[in-house]
C-alpha cells in the first residue's frame, strides 16, 4: 500500500466520523460557482480544515468544504471550492478529493470551471459542454506510484467524457433553451493567465477553452473507473482576442452573473442523469 492510499484512507474514515452518507456523483464547483450547493437538500457539510491532512483551498471564491445531500434528487457530494496545482499542492493532493469522493461512494464525477474563450466565437457568459480535454502541457498527475487499490499504471483516456451523461447535459441545456456549446478544454498549470501567443497555439492545437483545473480531475476520475462529464462556464475571451487585460475578478464577475442560469443547468442535468440511471 502506498504512502498516498494510506493518507486517502485517513482522509475517508476522518469523514466517516462525521457523517456515512454514501453519495451517487460527485460534484466539483469551480471559480464563482459555489452557490450552487446552497441548493443542495443537505445531510452534512464538512470542512476541509477538518479533515486530517487534506489540501485547503486559497482562492477567492472557493469556500472550501463538501456538502452532502440531495440536488435534483440524486445523492451528491459537492465541493464547495477546489485545489489547484498552482497553489503549490502536490498533484496526490490536487486528486485527494476525487479519490475521496470515489472512495465514499460516488459512481460519476460532474467538474465545473470558469475558463477562458479560445474559440473566437465564445463569449463571456457562454458554457461549453466538454468532450474532450488536451492535458498534455499540465504535468501528468499519475506520473510516480500507481494506486493499484484503484485502478491501472496504464489507463484508457480515449473516451474521457461520459457520452451518455454529456448527452443528458446538452438535451437538458436544449429543453432548458440554455445555449451551450461543445468543445475541448485545455488545462495549463496557471496562476498566471495565456499569452497571446500561448492561446493562437492552443486555437492550433484544436483547444476552445482553456482554465487551471479539471483535466487532471477528469483523468483521476477515469482512473478510478468513475463516468466523467463536465461544463466550462466562459469567463472571458482569452488573451489576444479582447483589448481588455485579464483579471480573477473579470473571472468571479462573470461567474456571478450567469451563475442563476448555470445553476439551473447543472441542477436540472443532474436530476436528468438520476432519472436515466447513474
Do not use: W
Not at 480515449?158 to 488545462?187: F, M, R
Amino acid at each position: 500500500m502506498t504512502s498516498a492510499y494510506e493518507k486517502l484512507l485517513r482522509c475517508v474514515q476522518c469523514v466517516r466520523e462525521k457523517t456515512d452518507f454514501e453519495p451517487e456523483l460527485g460534484l466539483i464547483l469551480g471559480s464563482g460557482l459555489g452557490a450552487l450547493a446552497d441548493e443542495v437538500e443537505t445531510e452534512a457539510i464538512v470542512e476541509y480544515a477538518d479533515i486530517a491532512g487534506f489540501p485547503v483551498s486559497t482562492v477567492v471564491g472557493h469556500r472550501g468544504r463538501f456538502v452532502f445531500g440531495k440536488l435534483g434528487g440524486v445523492r451528491v457530494c459537492v465541493m464547495q471550492g477546489r485545489v489547484h496545482f498552482y497553489e503549490g499542492y502536490d498533484p496526490a493532493d490536487v486528486l485527494l478529493p476525487v479519490r475521496l469522493m470515489k472512495l465514499l461512494g460516488a459512481k460519476a464525477l460532474f467538474l465545473t470551471n470558469a475558463a477562458g474563450g479560445v474559440n473566437k466565437s465564445y463569449n463571456a457568459g457562454d458554457f461549453m459542454l466538454l468532450r474532450d480535454h488536451i492535458m498534455t502541457f499540465f504535468p501528468n498527475p499519475l506520473i510516480g506510484a500507481n494506486l493499484d487499490e484503484l485502478g491501472p499504471r496504464f489507463p484508457d483516456m480515449s473516451q474521457v467524457y461520459d457520452p451518455a451523461l454529456s448527452d443528458a447535459i446538452a438535451q437538458t441545456a436544449e429543453t432548458l433553451e440554455i445555449p451551450l456549446h461543445q468543445g475541448v478544454y485545455c488545462q495549463l498549470s496557471g496562476p498566471t493567465f495565456e499569452t497571446p501567443a500561448e492561446v493562437r497555439m492552443l486555437a492550433g492545437l484544436g483547444a476552445d477553452a482553456v482554465g487551471m483545473s479539471t483535466a487532471c480531475e477528469a483523468a483521476a476520475a477515469r482512473h478510478a473507473g468513475m463516468r466523467v462529464c463536465g461544463v466550462s462556464c466562459i469567463t472571458n475571451k482569452a488573451a489576444g482576442l479582447s483589448a481588455e487585460p485579464l483579471s480573477h475578478e473579470e473571472v468571479f464577475e462573470t461567474s456571478n452573473r450567469v451563475a442563476p442560469l448555470f445553476r439551473r443547468l447543472v441542477r436540472e442535468s443532474i436530476a436528468k442523469m438520476g432519472a436515466l440511471g447513474l
